[in-house]
């Protein structure tokens, strides 16, 4: 395998879990505060509480961990493909949260929403055909005249 080929094979593939491990730690996220319960006051004892019940709440902590492997995955991915490119392929999220949050909390999302996702799915799409990286292209083509 060629080293453009595997490396475009190793975007895809972090991208991929970059997109699920956002997805499913934002709407675990969304489940954990759910059971934790909303604020109710905003003094600095009751905002202490709030966070400390927030902390230490396993549904909460498992999401914060999902979402902390979203973001090693995304500063991988922005160690090697160009930022025009990586974070309009990130917006896959928006496409499978609503999809995780009908079928995993069982929420109501109704057709003009749905219609909303498939625009941003193929916004996405669009994105996916155009190169990972534009600033390699740019000095190899220099090189090649100089």
């Given at each position: 395998?060629?080293s453009?080929?595997?490396?475009h094979?190793?975007?895809?593939?972090?991208?991929?879990l970059?997109v699920?491990?956002?997805?499913?730690?934002?709407?675990?996220?969304?489940s954990?505060?759910?059971?934790v319960?909303e604020?109710?006051?905003?003094?600095?004892?009751?905002?202490g509480?709030?966070?400390?019940?927030?902390f230490t709440?396993p549904?909460?902590?498992?999401?914060?961990?999902?979402?902390i492997a979203?973001?090693?995955?995304?500063c991988l991915?922005l160690?090697?493909?160009?930022f025009s490119?990586?974070?309009p392929?990130?917006a896959?999220?928006?496409?499978?949260?609503?999809?995780?949050?009908r079928?995993w909390?069982?929420e109501?999302?109704?057709?003009?929403?749905?219609?909303g996702?498939?625009?941003?799915?193929?916004?996405?799409?669009?994105?996916?055909?155009t190169?990972h990286?534009?600033?390699g292209?740019?000095a190899?083509?220099?090189?090649?005249r100089?």
């Amino acid at each position: 395998m060629s080293s453009h080929s595997a490396r475009h094979t190793k975007t895809y593939i972090l991208l991929a879990l970059m997109v699920m491990c956002g997805s499913v730690g934002d709407v675990i996220l969304g489940s954990g505060m759910k059971q934790v319960g909303e604020i109710t006051a905003f003094t600095p004892a009751a905002i202490g509480t709030f966070l400390a019940s927030v902390f230490t709440h396993p549904t909460v902590l498992l999401a914060i961990g999902a979402l902390i492997a979203y973001f090693i995955c995304y500063c991988l991915l922005l160690s090697w493909a160009d930022f025009s490119f990586v974070l309009p392929s990130s917006a896959l999220t928006y496409v499978l949260v609503p999809l995780l949050a009908r079928f995993w909390l069982h929420e109501e999302v109704k057709a003009l929403r749905w219609a909303g996702i498939g625009c941003i799915f193929l916004g996405v799409m669009l994105v996916g055909f155009t190169p990972h990286t534009t600033t390699g292209q740019k000095a190899a083509a220099g090189a090649e005249r100089g």
